[in-house]
Structures are given as C-alpha cells and as structure tokens.
C-alpha cells in the first residue's frame, strides 16, 4: 500500500512540477527534464530503502540508510529549484532596468 501511495504521490508532484514550468512559461531543454526525472527517481529509491527498511523490523537501519541518503536528495531538489525551475529576475543594475535614451 505504501508503495502505491509512494508512486502517485510522486507523479502527482511532477504533474504539478510540469504545470508550473508552462504556467510560468518557463522553456525548459531537454536536459533539466532528465535531470529532473533522475532526482524523482533518487528520491523514490531513498524512499522505496527507508520503507523496505522500517518493514522488515530495523529501524536503526532505516534511521541510518535516510541520513545517509536523504540529505542527498533534498540537495538535488533544492538546486533543481534554484538553478532551472526558476525564472531569473532582472536586477537593479541590469541593462533593462534603465531608460532607453530619447530619440
């Protein structure tokens, strides 16, 4: 039942990953999609050993496999967010944000 749950929940996740990148009409190469579908799979695996874990009765185990490999996995996803689902600002002193001169 777990592993059922494990699987929609994450396809629902990139499911709205997917809607937010046309939302925000962000163009995406085909590159961030494979890392992005990598870091899901990383991310079931260090789900699918924790779980495979807890039920064969070894919580130290579990414990330990997730510390390992968990924070791992949150890195991935957090420079996944940072570096390709997000639309990059213009700052202060980008050229765009001065006035064009008059003609």
């Known amino acids: 039942m777990a592993d059922l749950l494990l699987g929609a929940g994450t396809a ?3 499911l709205l990953l997917v809607q937010h990148a046309r939302r925000r009409q962000l163009e995406l190469a085909w590159w961030h999609w494979g890392l992005t579908l990598a870091g899901f799979a990383y991310s079931i695996f260090v789900a699918e050993v924790v779980l495979c874990l807890l039920a064969e009765g070894t919580v130290k185990g579990a414990t330990v496999m997730g510390s390992l490999l968990g924070p791992v996995a949150v890195v991935w996803g ?9 639309r990059r600002r213009e700052g202060v002193g980008s050229a765009s944000s001065y006035p064009a001169e008059g003609n």
């Open 78 to 86: 957090v420079l996944l967010h940072r570096l390709v689902f997000r």
């Open 12 to 14: 629902t996740v990139f």
